[in-house]
């Protein structure tokens, strides 16, 4: 069984950049779907993207793409999410997630898909 555990959360101002990061213990993470979540105070938590098992494909909620980058670590235990241009609205907490029920070239939006949760890393963009 893998366990997730996310850094790199802040408190930055609008326009910044933020990395945050995903480190698996365990198991590698190259047999898993993995996606970033986010959820803010009093609301659900929603998608924010994912990349698939083999070929890098990714997949971006509208309210990051372009500003969002999805990547693995080389090592193979470790996901990231680049975060650029800021926005108050981005002030989340953010979870990494891993699952296994897509294909290895397809990506997951739907938090229910997912298996494994880290504990979340606290972002907070001031305007």
């Known amino acids: 069984q893998v366990q997730l555990q996310e850094s790199g959360g802040g408190w930055v101002q609008a326009g910044d950049s933020l990395k945050l990061s995903c480190i698996a213990s365990?198991?590698?993470?190259?047999?898993?779907?993995m996606g970033w979540f986010r959820q803010a105070p009093g609301k659900d938590r929603e998608f924010v993207a994912s990349i698939s098992k083999v070929g890098g494909r990714t997949e971006y909620a509208d309210s990051v793409k372009g500003r969002a980058t999805i990547s693995r670590g080389n090592a193979r235990i470790t996901l990231d999410l680049q975060m650029n241009s800021l926005k108050p609205g981005d002030t989340a907490v953010y979870y990494c997630?891993?699952?296994?029920?897509?294909?290895?070239?397809?990506?997951?939006?739907?938090?229910?898909?997912?298996?494994?949760w880290g504990q979340g890393t606290h972002v907070t963009v001031s305007s």
């Open positions: 365990g198991r590698t993470l190259s047999s898993y779907v």
């Open positions: 997630a891993a699952g296994q029920r897509a294909g290895s070239f397809e990506t997951m939006t739907r938090w229910s898909d997912y298996d494994t």
